[in-house]
T-cell receptor, first 115, second 114 residues
Framework: AQTVTQSQPEMSVQEAETVTLSCTYD???????LFWYKQPPSRQMILVIR??????QNATENRFSVNFQKAAKSFSLKISDSQLGDAAMYFC????????????FGTGTLLAVQP | NAGVMQNPRHLVRRRGQEARLRCSPM?????VYWYRQLPEEGLKFMVY????????ESGMPKERFSAEFPKEGPSILRIQQVVRGDSAAYFC????????????FGPGTRLTVL
């Protein structure tokens, strides 16, 4: 069965600095998707970034980028120039698409941003 | 284009009552997913539905829980005879046909069982 592990329950970063959140996963599949979702105190789930496993190039969205290491089954999120609004819970997720579209989530990393 | 809508946002039930949670997907989305988030945990998949069909219910508890997505109207997650352990946030997501990797989430319904 597929699993997603986030080993950092909490992280802290100074405003304007860079922080990296870690995620590892386990799967025997070769074709899949990986996601980072942000959950602020409002509890709304917001998609931050998505990576297709067949793409070697790391995905980027403005200040957010990933380091996707397929062989190591690692998918870390880097947030550059951290802002106060980045403070939230961040969830890593895995999805296969196809017939079963369910997402498998990690337990989350709570990110605090210090002014 | 309105996002995924869920109602109610907050629901309080006493033990033994029924809870009905509603989800209206985004326009053009015919696939709906329900996830549950227990306190201090990540989201756990419950069920995946298309119009009038349950595609994958591998995450649904075998008893008391049911889901439907009728031809007309919202998707409903129904919990019968609620217990305190059912207290959680229930999230609905939707996706366009053939794009299950692109799930948009609603704001969630927080269920509290007294």
């Amino acid at each position: 069965a597929q699993t997603v592990t986030q080993s950092q329950p909490e992280m802290s970063v100074q405003e304007a600095e860079t922080v990296t959140l870690s995620c590892t996963y386990d799967t025997s599949e070769s074709d899949y998707y990986l996601f980072w979702y942000k959950q602020p105190p409002s509890r709304q789930m917001i998609l931050v970034i998505r990576q297709e496993a067949y793409k070697q190039q790391n995905a980027t969205e403005n200040r957010f980028s990933v380091n996707f290491q397929k062989a190591a089954k690692s998918f870390s999120l880097k947030i550059s120039d951290s802002q106060l609004g980045d403070a939230a819970m961040y969830f890593c997720a895995y999805g296969r698409g196809g017939a079963t579209n369910k997402l498998i989530f990690g337990t989350g990393t709570l990110l605090a941003v210090q002014p | 284009n309105a996002g995924v809508m869920q109602n109610p946002r907050h629901l309080v039930r006493r033990r033994g009552q029924e809870a009905r949670l509603r989800c209206s997907p985004m326009k053009g989305h015919s696939h709906v997913y329900w996830y549950r988030q227990l306190p201090e945990e990540g989201l756990k998949f419950m069920v995946y539905l298309q119009k009038e069909n349950i595609i994958d219910e591998s995450g649904m508890p075998k008893e008391r829980f049911s889901a439907e997505f009728p031809k007309e109207g919202p998707s409903i997650l129904r919990i019968q005879q609620v217990v305190r352990g059912d207290s959680a946030a229930y999230f609905c997501a939707s996706s366009p046909p053939g794009q299950g990797y692109e799930q948009f989430f609603g704001p969630g319904t927080r269920l509290t069982v007294l």
